[in-house]
């Protein structure tokens, strides 16, 4: 976000002991910008929000808000108000008084913090709950108590940590865009912390996927997901089939010559090209051509085509979801209509599905196509 | 067969209870009320003749011990909840839990000579020009006990207390800190109302050990007023008699029974 920036990481590392959990964090982010950190569990999310919300103090680096340097300042000095992942209500508290505790503290009078109480209340639907303890309250409404606790203090910066992960999954559906709308109502700079692509998709302005302690890639929703930048921004956002191609680049071509398992092609294509060599490519369940192989036209289109064997197909809802395999590996492909198993099959990928990476070259790269034989995750995904 | 075997394999633990447990108790409770082979009040009569100022005496010093345990131990706890300078909660609590392993009757010992007139407490205040020699005294009375028993009984109540200190969900003391609540606000309003069951029952346990205690009272302040274990030791042993003795126990037992009766309210309606 450049020159408006208001909340700044400058190459922030931090860590509990001797255990370095974020290495060389730079990010900015604009006012009353909305932004997700996602990453799988133990990647530093939630170090990384609590280095903001000064709960952790970096080893280095700095972190500003507007002008003001607050890497060093205690939590309530720095504007910011979090939302735990446990909601962290008191127990013994009602719900006005877990609202109004942040205004008791700032030494406000009485009516004035009834009066703000109820407001709070009304804006997230809490009439009439005052007097409940927490224990007497929803998932739902315990999420909003803890949301309102932290909207009561009028925070310049609103930081939730999970705060969706202990809800019902249809209620969580419903407050992802109930929190949206109030963020875009109040104008107020969030940074949410999700494990859950769809989550930060449908709510972030803009999604930093953190890997291992660093920035795997920034960008808005679109960018993340249409042009990822690493087989793992690839594989998390959801394009986990993987096989294992040998290409020759020139310019923007990669052409790839016939093999057992795949037939020939030239793509020309609108990002980077990996250098010649081994590379992985990965695609997504969706959007792609499923044709048995007897009926398969050669057709000119701009992508793969990979050959393989039906084994297994399922009915989720909305298309036929297919576990083709192809040579040692098995990958997803979902198609509208369902073909049987133990029919020989070719999957087309579109280039603009096709994500393709070198593959790294530790691993062994068998046969052209060679796919990873680790079929685990797409077991686990066709039966979810 | 079936159907018999449990009662069987209670009987021995029940009989147990019943000969060594509720039949001398049933003994001592029919012995208050029985006066030369009658069943009166006199026993208790005499008691409250001879005894009142002890009775009140013990009352006020339990009560003060275990009100001073109970600071005591929160204040522990909450440093080592709390505290962020890991040095001093490592050495706290290593420190801490020691006087637990320590007898009530070393306790007594090591207090007498520590508080006695010419005691270590005060040569060590007159040593340091903040006491005047003449004007040392004795803290061998009332204040002896309560430094006994406060030394003794305040690592049981904090452990206990510590504990459940340490089990709350941290995140309801970082969001109070996130608000910018003070460590002692923090303490006070966020940390002992979570664990007031806890604290409660640590007390309420510590002032029945207290009450019971006989070393402590002999060791350090055997003359009047004293405590009612005192009292109880002196009527045995003195006059065999048997009847102010257990009329005494029982005024004992009614004293811890309304500090039990209290935590059970306070519990009934925290239930609710």
């Not at chain 2, 009320?33 to 100022?53: H, M, P, S």
Request: with cysteine; hydrophobic share 50%.
């Amino acid at each position: 976000m450049g020159d408006d920036s208001y909340l700044g990481l400058q190459g922030v590392d931090a860590g509990y002991g001797r255990t370095r959990v974020l290495q060389g964090i730079d990010l900015s982010i604009g006012k009353g910008e909305f932004v997700a950190l996602l990453g799988s569990s133990g990647c530093g999310k939630t170090t990384l929000l609590r280095a903001i919300a000064g709960f952790a103090l970096p080893e280095r680096g700095v972190i500003r808000v507007g002008d003001r340097d607050v890497t060093r300042l205690p939590p309530d000095r720095r504007g910011m108000a979090m939302v735990f992942q446990s909601y962290a209500l008191w127990p013994h508290m009602s719900v006005a008084g877990n609202i109004g505790y942040g205004l008791r503290l700032k030494g406000w009078k009485r009516p004035a913090i009834a009066a703000r109480v109820a407001e709070i209340g009304a804006l997230l639907g809490l009439d009439g709950l005052g007097g409940r303890r927490p224990a007497e309250l929803s998932g739902g409404q315990r999420q909003r108590v803890a949301l309102g606790r932290a909207l009561a203090i009028d925070p310049d910066i609103l930081l939730l940590d999970e705060p969706l992960s202990n809800l019902d999954a249809r209620i969580r559906l419903s407050v992802r865009h109930e929190i949206r709308a109030l963020q875009k109502r109040l104008g107020i700079t969030t940074i949410h912390v999700t494990h859950d692509r769809e989550e930060a998709m449908v709510m972030a302005d803009r999604i930093v996927i953190l890997d291992q302690g660093r920035i795997a890639q920034l960008g808005t929703p679109e960018a993340i997901y249409t042009r990822p930048e690493s087989a793992f921004v690839a594989a998390f956002m959801g394009a986990e089939n993987v096989v294992r191609l040998d290409v020759v680049s020139s310019g923007g071509r990669v052409d790839i010559a016939a093999g057992p398992l795949n037939r020939a092609a030239s793509l020309r294509l609108d990002r980077p090209a990996p250098p010649s060599g081994p590379v992985e490519a990965r695609f997504r369940s969706e959007q792609l051509q499923l044709r048995s192989l007897d009926d398969a036209t050669t057709a000119d289109v701009q992508g793969i085509e990979l050959l393989g064997t039906i084994e297994v197909v399922v009915y989720p809802g909305g298309e036929w979801r297919h576990s083709v395999r192809i040579g040692g590996a098995s990958v997803l492909v979902d198609a509208p209509e369902a073909i049987a198993p133990g029919t020989s099959v070719l999957v087309r990928v579109p280039v603009s599905g096709l994500f393709l990476f070198s593959a790294p070259t530790a691993s062994p790269v068998g046969g052209s196509p060679a796919s990873t034989d680790d079929t685990a995750p797409v077991r686990e995904k066709l039966s979810a | 067969m079936q159907r018999l075997l449990g009662p069987l394999l209670v009987t021995p633990a029940l009989l147990v209870i019943l000969v060594l447990f509720a039949l001398p108790l049933a003994a001592s409770v029919i012995g208050a009320f029985e006066v030369d082979g009658a069943a009166g009040l006199g026993n208790f009569t005499k008691a409250y003749r001879l005894y009142t100022q002890d009775i009140v005496f013990t009352a006020l010093i339990v009560g003060l011990s275990a009100l001073l345990v109970g600071l005591l131990s929160v204040a522990i706890g909450g440093y080592l909840t709390l505290g962020e300078n890991p040095r001093a909660v490592a050495l706290l609590r290593w420190l801490y839990r020691w006087p637990m392993f320590i007898p009530f009757i070393v306790v007594g010992q090591v207090l007498r000579t520590f508080l006695a007139k010419s005691g270590l407490f005060n040569t060590t205040l007159i040593s340091l020009g903040l006491l005047d020699p003449m004007s040392a005294t004795s803290y061998l009375d009332w204040r002896g006990i309560v430094a006994a028993f406060v030394w003794k009984q305040t690592p049981f109540v904090a452990l206990m207390v510590s504990g459940a200190m340490a089990s709350l969900d941290r995140s309801t003391i970082e969001a109070a800190r996130n608000l910018g609540a003070s460590r002692l606000r923090i303490l006070v309003e966020i940390v002992v109302p979570q664990v007031t069951t806890t604290l409660l029952v640590g007390l309420v346990l510590s002032f029945v050990t207290m009450m019971s205690v006989l070393s402590v009272p002999l060791m350090i302040n055997a003359q009047t007023p004293t405590m009612i274990t005192a009292d109880i030791a002196f009527r045995l042993n003195t006059y065999r008699d048997y009847g102010v003795a257990n009329a005494l126990g029982l005024i004992s037992l009614a004293i811890t029974g309304s500090v039990a009766w209290f935590y059970l309210r306070v519990n009934m309606r925290q239930a609710q």
